[in-house]
């Protein structure tokens, strides 16, 4: 019989006439394709086509290309339908796969365009002007109460005001991605990257290492159902706190760290022994309920000094009456995670079918808390999957407060999207803990990438907003009218609170 | 109230008629009051045409467009009141005073010529002057000397004796702008932020000191060389000479000088695809 | 409550023809004058400051609004009405008798001029709410008169309330202001507050009720300039309940004066300071203090900050207030000779009113101008206490603002 039924996905084409033979690419790949006898011979069926030895050949001579070998045409029973079915067949296992649903769902993003500013209302130039996008993050007043300064002025009443924000130079941070998942130089360039940048990175569920320290001002602390790392110390030192509630390319499920990645520095940043596995339960067992919830969200306040709490939360189909729970369970900002959100690793059929665009989650939950006049006192962080200025502008426009950004910030790193992610082999040194392959980030160099991304995309947004006639961020939050959708059906634009174009 | 009233000023705003013209010699003097804009510049032309030198528009009241794209070196224009918007756009030669204030809009993209304004003048003055002389004796606007360029002999240079708002000199993209800060009525700082935000040419000059948070990123700050001053001191003897001010007292206080660090400021802002 | 909210519901909302789903544009001239000494001034003095900023405007909305016309009636409300017919007249009128004691009732003074043939009928009352009817409820008099004119421009076909205050009026119309003000025989009226507006829609207004200033009770609003932040603008106010049905940036700006000053009870200069908020770097810049004030000012009332180019003058009885967009993109003078300030989109405005002002300047952008009337109250909205959709449906009276329930924000 033979082993497997399932072809490889890429043919590894080597140019030996050019090659030099140096082994460049058995070193640089971490899926082990490469033998080596005097030239490289590659295993077809291990590679990922994540470019490491192509883009580290001296030569040049290396091309990944597609396997065309043809498979009988079937619109229903479509390639990944059959492999799948054969794997399965062979191993009776669960598939697991990593980042985020690739499966051709309409982007909503995609369907919708911008205003602009044409003689009525002049634009506005982003570079010599000012465009403001700082952005606080948290619970605000729904009203300013002041008192006479005896002097002629006001100042704030006592006890009013906005407390416990913080202050954002733009309206991108950083999505989870806790330490184990990806690796420490990972965190490390995310860690200074916010920094300097003046915005956030996120622990993600595991853990604030040591070396990150320096940089806790600029960190939120997750706290998840496994409470890895979680201690009042952890609590004190991030600028936020965070209850990962539910993640959007797995709503509903845990996870689950292999004991194999729980190394020395992991397991004193998770605080859990060497070598066993990290689990996440499905929910947190002290919230079986939204009073639960509240309850927990004091309880970190009160162990941090009031330090702004939010929850993040899968994207379902109940977004909105869960969001407004959840504000009203005392939660400083609301999360919300679409169903292109990636993931170091999550069951396929979980990361592919459950779940809702972010696009409809921003929309309906902006729109609930303004009709239960509650959108003060929590702001909305929207992700899963933005992945250029335009779609953070979009969201934003649709009533986000942030955007949070996960897949391109790997991107950005080096990710290639070859969604490996969950077998702690990646090559560019992202996803995994092997000392051998996690030496290939550099965080200063990270940092740097991280930075350069940032900036560009917050400089695009600022172009936006002058052509849309408006100098600061907030003019653009929640102005759907800036808005219209190409080619989305009656009900979704409704749903949306967008008209479609020409109207 | 009734009593400073002007009982004369009709309640229709501007008569659409021909002014009132007095000739005398090569002056022709045009009572401008109540009269709308299109007659009274027309009157104006006509006066030139007529061989007048020198133009006398008296009553003037936010008329439009006086001086307006006219062409000849030695004409002048003599306006007693306040003008009106866009006064002196696109001129190219002659000279106009102002007795009064000026509002917003004077010397829009003026090629040659002299704009003398006893008085203050308002928001985006000088926007894209490509040459002549702009004296202003009081304050000015928000946006004043925007996009200010020079090409080949064309250098224009702008003198403002009182206090400017935000977005002074920006775009400056050549010529010289001058502020003093002398005769104002604004409270707080002699210019407001954003000075010279996007410059990339030409100089400004401020008579006195500017802080960091005042001046556009792509601005460096100098105080005024001996050479500099060399530069501006002519300009300023023009300008007093213009306004009747005393050119030892504008320069007792040290100047400082802008600019740009760079002739391509966003050359590292975009990314080629 | 002495209204029917189910006759409001079943009304047409399509009689208020400038009811908008989409965004209005326009440009304008404004005025603003006011004798901070309460002396009474002509409406000459506004129609010269309009007339002269002619063409700012472009003949489609011209309008203005005095305070202490009419001192023989100093503690009456005074509704000018506009009815299409007749019949509208007589049915407004039967309502108008269930809430108030009319004292006088006639037609508005008027004469013909060229040009304007598709006036309204224009009729003004002078009204004391009934006192067994006020009584009855716990409502203020203030609410009472919100309440009929809700109930009129709500299920009154053809009838329309045009301002409604004490001891003052809105003339307004389509046309250019001289025209509207000579037909209204403005000249014939003293003030000692006046606004006036030059409009340039880029849209057909095609009704009288539709042209500015915008005023509910005391209140009157004009405005220049294109709010490019409208869209958020409007959905902040709907969350507390106002219903911005009119599609225009001065209905949007009166909600949220109406909403700081009345509701959040927020000092008039700090409700400016949240409308044209200060730049971060300049807050940053502050001394402390102010700097916590300031930001908390900003964060929380973002979505309602006006982005974009204005200059707006709000009139009321107290006196009145003049502001303009955070980096000015818009023009205003302003101007004071003895207790006369005075604020126009242009200095000339200004000179063919007063030709030798003591002082003339240009105001900076974000700091509000300010005229009070020595001896009068503030703050602006007297003793009122309806909720932000109660004021929506009167401004606007159409089933989309009168009909939903409304969430109450404290």
């Known amino acids: 019989m033979p082993q497997t039924l399932i072809q490889p996905e890429f043919k590894v084409d080597i140019d030996y006439d050019k090659c030099h033979k140096c082994g460049r690419c058995v070193q640089q790949c971490g899926w082990g394709v490469y033998a080596f006898n005097e030239r490289p011979l590659p295993d077809d069926a291990k590679c990922r086509a994540c470019h490491r030895c192509v883009t580290y050949c001296p030569a040049h001579c290396i091309t990944i290309k597609k396997n065309d070998l043809a498979m009988k045409t079937n619109d229903n029973w479509s390639d990944a339908a059959r492999k799948s079915i054969w794997k399965q067949a062979e191993t009776g296992g669960v598939l697991l796969t990593g980042m985020g649903n690739d499966k051709p769902y309409q982007s909503i993003f995609d369907h919708l365009v911008l205003d602009a500013c044409q003689v009525t209302n002049p634009s506005i130039d982003p570079l010599r002007e000012p465009m403001e996008l700082r952005t606080y993050l948290g619970r605000k007043p729904d009203s300013v109460s002041v008192e006479s300064d005896g002097d002629g002025g006001y100042r704030l009443a006592e006890g009013a005001g906005m407390t416990n924000n913080v202050e954002l130079a733009t309206p991108i941070i950083f999505s989870p991605m806790s330490y184990g998942s990806v690796s420490l130089n990972v965190h490390k360039s995310l860690a200074m990257a916010a920094t300097r940048l003046g915005t956030l990175m996120n622990t993600g569920e595991g853990g604030l290492h040591a070396d990150l320290y320096p940089y806790a001002g600029n960190v939120i602390v997750q706290v998840a159902s496994g409470r890895f790392g979680v201690d009042p110390e952890y609590l004190n030192r991030g600028a936020a706190i965070e209850i990962k509630v539910g993640q959007g390319a797995k709503p509903g499920i845990g996870g689950h760290l292999p004991g194999e990645k729980i190394d020395r520095q992991v397991s004193s940043t998770r605080m859990i022994p060497q070598g066993t596995d990290a689990i996440s339960p499905a929910p947190h067992h002290d919230i079986y309920s939204i009073e639960d919830l509240r309850q927990l969200i004091y309880s970190l306040k009160e162990a941090s000094g009031y330090k702004p709490v939010g929850v993040k939360i899968a994207a379902v189909h109940n977004v909105a009456a869960i969001a407004s729970g959840i504000v009203r369970a005392g939660a400083d900002y609301v999360y919300l995670d679409g169903f292109r959100g990636g993931t170091g690793a999550a069951p396929q059929v979980i990361r592919d079918n459950i779940g809702i665009p972010v696009e409809i989650a921003v929309a309906v939950v902006d729109q609930r808390l303004r009709d239960e006049g509650i959108r003060n006192q929590a702001s909305i962080i929207a992700a899963g999957s933005i992945r250029s200025s335009a779609d953070v502008a979009k969201a934003i426009a649709l009533g986000a407060d942030v955007v949070a950004i996960g897949s391109a910030t790997l991107m950005a790193l080096g990710c290639h999207m070859c969604q490996g992610c969950h077998t702690g082999c990646c090559s560019w040194g992202l996803t995994t803990q092997k000392p051998e392959l996690t030496r290939r980030v550099d965080p200063e160099w990270g940092a740097e990438r991280l930075v350069n991304l940032v900036s560009a995309w917050s400089h695009e947004v600022q172009e936006i907003l002058g052509a849309l006639g408006v100098n600061a961020v907030e003019s653009l939050r929640g102005s759907r009218e800036r808005l219209r959708a190409i080619g989305l059906d009656e009900q979704t634009c409704r749903i949306l609170g967008v008209k479609p174009a020409g109207m | ?273 | ?410």
């Open chain 3, 1 to 410: 409550m002495p209204y029917d909210i189910d006759a409001v519901r079943d009304f047409d909302p399509r009689r208020f023809r400038e009811e908008s789903p989409f965004k209005i544009h326009g440009g304008c001239g404004l005025m603003g004058i006011c004798d901070e000494s309460g002396s009474l001034m002509g409406g000459e003095i506004a129609i010269r400051a309009l007339a002269i900023q002619h063409d700012r405007g472009n003949g489609l909305g011209g309008g203005f609004a005095g305070y202490g016309i009419y001192p023989e009636f100093a503690d009456h409300f005074c509704f000018h009405m506009m009815y299409a017919d007749t019949a509208a007249r007589q049915n407004a009128e039967e309502v108008l008798g269930r809430f108030f004691a009319v004292d006088l009732a006639e037609p508005m003074p008027t004469r013909a001029v060229k040009g304007i043939d598709d006036a309204p009928l224009l009729w003004r009352y002078f009204l004391r709410p009934d006192a067994d009817k006020l009584h009855a409820g716990d409502e203020s008099a203030e609410d009472f008169v919100v309440h009929a004119v809700m109930l009129i421009n709500g299920t009154v076909d053809g009838a329309f309330v045009a301002s409604s205050g004490k001891n003052m009026g809105a003339f307004k119309g389509v046309g250019y202001p001289e025209e509207i003000a000579h037909y209204y025989r403005l000249e014939e009226y003293s003030a000692h507050t006046w606004v006036g507006h030059n409009r340039f829609p880029t849209n057909t207004p095609g009704w009288w009720g539709g042209a500015h200033p915008f005023t509910l009770l005391d209140w009157s609003i004009v405005h220049n300039g294109e709010i490019s932040s409208y869209g958020i603008n409007s959905r902040y106010l709907e969350a507390f309940g106002y219903k911005c049905t009119l599609g225009t940036d001065t209905e949007v700006a009166a909600y949220l004066f109406d909403l700081m000053l009345r509701r959040h009870k927020l000092p008039l200069e700090l409700a400016c300071k949240a409308l044209a908020s200060p730049l971060w770097t300049e807050i940053d810049r502050m001394p402390e203090d102010e700097q916590a004030l300031l930001r908390s000012l900003r964060a929380v009332y973002g979505p309602g900050m006006l982005n974009g180019p204005f200059a707006i003058v709000l009139g009321f009885n107290g006196g009145m207030v003049a502001l303009n967009d955070r980096i000015k993109l818009r023009p205003l003078v302003a101007a004071r000779t003895g207790s006369v300030l005075m604020v126009a989109s242009e200095e000339s405005a200004i000179r063919a009113v007063m030709p030798e002002p003591d002082r003339v300047w240009m105001p900076k952008a974000g700091e509000p101008t300010i005229a009070r009337v020595s001896g009068m109250d503030w703050p602006i909205h007297g003793d009122l206490h309806l909720s932000p959709s109660a004021l929506s449906c009167a401004v606007t009276g159409t089933e989309f603002s009168c009909a939903e329930e409304t969430v109450e924000v404290s």
């Open chain 2, 1 to 273: 109230m009734k009593q400073v009233m002007d009982p004369t000023v009709p309640q229709v705003g501007y008569l659409k008629i021909e002014p009132p013209v007095a000739r005398e010699g090569d002056t022709a003097t045009i009572d401008a009051k109540n009269i709308y804009y299109r007659q009274l510049n027309e009157a104006v032309r006509r006066a030139y045409a007529d061989g007048a030198k020198k133009v006398v528009l008296e009553n003037v009241n936010g008329q439009r467009y006086i001086g307006n794209g006219i062409t000849g070196k030695d004409l002048k224009i003599e306006v007693r009141g306040t003008a009106g918007n866009d006064m002196a756009m696109f001129m190219n030669g002659p000279t106009v005073e102002v007795f009064g204030n000026a509002q917003d809009g004077v010397s829009n993209t003026m090629n040659a010529g002299t704009v003398i304004v006893h008085g203050d003048a308002g928001d985006v003055l000088g926007y894209g002057m490509r040459g002549g002389r702009v004296f202003i004796k009081g304050d000015v606007g928000y946006r004043v000397g925007i996009h200010m360029k020079a090409y080949e002999g064309l250098v224009p240079a702008m003198v403002c004796g009182g206090k400017a708002r935000d977005f002074f000199g920006e775009y400056m993209a050549g010529g010289m702008l001058v502020l003093l800060g002398m005769n104002s009525q604004f409270e707080g700082p002699l210019v407001g932020g954003y000075l010279g935000t996007g410059m990339h040419g030409g100089v400004i000059y401020v008579r006195g000191e500017v802080e960091p948070w005042q001046t556009g990123k792509e601005v460096g700050v100098f105080e005024a060389s001996a050479e500099d001053m060399a530069e501006l001191k002519p300009v300023l003897e023009e300008y007093c000479a213009a306004q009747g001010m005393d050119l030892a007292e504008v320069l007792s206080v040290p100047f400082t000088k802008l600019v740009p660090v760079s002739h391509r400021p966003y050359g590292k802002l975009y990314a080629y695809t």
